[in-house]
Each structure stands twice: as structure tokens, then as C-alpha cells.
């Protein structure tokens, strides 16, 4: 099957140095100044697998984290879930319940006990 490879959302990063591509394909991320491809998600790799199409993703600031929206033909996420990836594919999803996974999250922030959280 040939990939498709529309551009669902372009999105910048707060201070315009980066912007982010959420396509059929995954994900790629750009810098501006000088203007090169600095990284990616999916485009046939294993990765791929784990990400599908992407209907929209925003960058925080110049960080490698990012929050995924699924969407488009092929989506591994729901449209009604954000995927928050920290650049090591770690992946915490939020659903509209306000539901995430707990663990990975007292983890990656380092955060309170359970009666802070």
C-alpha cells in the first residue's frame, strides 16, 4: 500500500523557532533558521507503528516534548485522546475523563505523593 503523505497541521512553537508537521505520515519537526528537518516520528519506521496519521501536534517551546492528537486515515490514537511524547517514546495519554497512565507520570515529573497529585 503506498503511504500517503499529506500535511494535516503546521503548527510554531512559542517563540516561532520551530514548527511542527502533523501528517499522514507521523510527525516532523523543522527549525526555521536555518531551515533543516530536525527530527520525526513515523514515516515507515517502527515508530510508525506506534504513531499512524496525526491530525495535530504543538512542541513546547524548543523541548523534545510534544503533545499528539491522532487523526487522519491511519490514526494508532484516538481523536479524543492527547499523546504527550517526551522524545524517548514514552507516552502519556490523556482522555476528555481526565484519565492518564499515573505511574509514568510520577516518574517522569518527579512529582508528590498520591495526595498531592
Known amino acids: ?22 501528517m499522514e505520515s507521523g ?6 533558521e536555518p531551515l533543516m528537518e530536525k ?4 514515516k ?7 504513531v499512524g496519521s496525526v491530525a495535530l501536534v504543538e512542541m513546547l517551546h524548543r523541548s523534545n516534548l510534544l503533545a499528539i492528537v491522532g487523526g487522519g486515515g491511519n490514526p494508532k490514537f484516538s481523536e479524543i485522546s492527547a499523546i504527550c511524547v517526551d522524545g524517548t517514546f514514552h507516552k502519556y495519554v490523556f482522555t476528555p475523563d481526565g484519565n492518564c497512565n499515573r505511574e509514568a ?6 512529582i508528590c505523593d498520591d495526595d498531592d497529585f
Open 27 to 32: 510527525v516532523r519537526i523543522y527549525n526555521v
Open 39 to 42: 527530527g520525526q516520528l513515523g
Open 1 to 22: 500500500m503506498a503511504q500517503q503523505r499529506g500535511v494535516n497541521s503546521l503548527r510554531f512553537n512559542q517563540d516561532q523557532s520551530c514548527f511542527c508537521c502533523a
Open 44 to 50: 515507515g519506521g517502527a515508530d510508525h507503528e506506534q
Open 105 to 110: 507520570f510520577d516518574v517522569y515529573l518527579d
